[in-house]
């Protein structure tokens, strides 16, 4: 699969972009850049595939108006786990396994090729950031910049009384441009700077320097470890990297027994109705404890398109929550602790969450909230002999 990894082309005049499964927006973006367009929807890391956006999660500060990735194909080839290759689109006979695909994981093939929507794009953004104290007035005014003309919507909850909102649009020239590629870091200048400019790229890439905030974490973002690092690894490859050799070794966790803490990676992004916002966060802030958090608002372009495993009420303006770090204390949890309170919560609350990282659900609970009527269809259909590990496998037990 590593193979496919070609933009195939750009066509302006439909606004669609042609593309195989394994290639990275990093790569998508600088293509259709070229060409004054944008994918539709561009996840916040270089590193993510088009292919692993679809049959994962992929959202950004876009998804207010044009949903998450998955939203914006309008044809996709698949490898499935016999062999065979099929071409599926919303209305031809492979449409179960187009509107089935998306947060399989795996499980029912490989995308090979896409079709996506894109946008126009301008040369540069003017973001506004505007600070809230509360909650409430916060998720008001998100609601309500989700109505207007802005081209991105998101924010970041830095604390119980401090959260910034982020609204930004194109524009075609700029008094000044920031930049957040080498000595300055973006998510800090959203408490210090009420206006700002960046090129168009700059924007689009504007949380992978820093992977949003989570480079703290190697001390990157430490003024003299930055320069070691330099401008070519400050960036979510070298996180990545930095974070499987960690795994590999138990480095920080021997660190934190050494201390007498014990610890629990709480890696989650999670959606919930607008209406159950607050609830949610307060919860998080009660009992996880994780900051800060980025908040994307996302809401379905299309009521008719249903997209079986990964169910989101049409009409309905969801909160994505991001909270990425390690729980740290002196008590003692059971294995899963608090992505288990997250779950539970999520689910008390109608919500739904991403299965990139830790879960835990019971079948029962997996079943109830992904589509699994729709998915044993799709897997008897498309993978017969079980080659391909089931979802629930795959995502929760870790087979």
């Not at 919303?90 to 795996?106: A, Q, T, V």
Request: net charge negative.
């Amino acid at each position: 699969m590593s193979e496919f990894d070609h933009v195939v082309g750009v066509d302006n005049g439909c606004g669609t972009v042609e593309v195989e499964g394994m290639t990275t927006y990093d790569a998508l973006v600088a293509q259709t850049l070229q060409h004054g367009m944008m994918p539709a929807v561009v996840p916040q890391l270089k590193t993510i595939t088009v292919g692993g956006a679809v049959a994962g999660v992929g959202i950004e500060a876009t998804s207010m108006r044009q949903g998450l990735v998955h939203h914006t194909m309008l044809e996709l080839d698949v490898l499935l786990p016999g062999g065979g290759i099929v071409h599926c689109t919303p209305d031809n006979e492979h449409r179960d396994l187009f509107f089935g695909f998306p947060n399989s994981y795996g499980s029912l093939g490989y995308a090979v090729r896409l079709v996506l929507r894109t946008v126009p794009v301008r040369p540069f953004v003017r973001v506004e950031h505007i600070a809230y104290a509360r909650p409430a007035d916060f998720f008001a005014a998100l609601s309500e910049a989700c109505e207007g003309d802005a081209d991105f919507v998101d924010g970041v909850v830095f604390g119980p009384y401090s959260q910034v909102l982020n609204v930004a649009r194109f524009e075609d020239t700029a008094p000044w441009v920031s930049n957040y590629e080498f000595r300055d870091i973006y998510y800090r200048s959203l408490l210090r700077m009420p206006l700002d400019h960046l090129s168009v790229h700059d924007y689009l890439w504007r949380w992978d320097t820093d992977w949003f905030w989570c480079s703290r974490n190697f001390g990157a973002q430490n003024p003299l470890v930055r320069r070691m690092f330099g401008r070519a690894h400050l960036n979510s490859r070298t996180y990545t990297q930095l974070m499987r050799i960690d795994a590999r070794w138990g480095l920080s966790r021997h660190w934190a027994h050494w201390r007498g803490l014990h610890t629990e990676s709480v890696i989650q992004d999670v959606d919930v109705a607008l209406s159950a916002a607050p609830a949610f966060l307060d919860f998080l802030q009660r009992e996880i404890g994780i900051l800060p958090v980025w908040i994307c608002p996302v809401h379905v372009p299309d009521p008719s398109a249903r997209f079986a495993l990964y169910p989101l009420a049409p009409g309905t303006l969801y909160v994505n929550f991001g909270f990425w770090d390690v729980v740290s204390g002196r008590d003692s949890h059971e294995a899963g602790h608090f992505n288990r309170l997250v779950e539970l919560e999520v689910l008390r609350l109608g919500g739904i969450k991403s299965l990139y990282s830790q879960s835990f659900f019971t079948r029962e609970e997996f079943d109830r909230s992904y589509g699994a009527e729709v998915y044993a269809v799709l897997k008897r259909r498309y993978d017969p002999e079980g080659r391909a590990s089931h979802v629930y496998d795959k995502c929760v037990r870790g087979r």
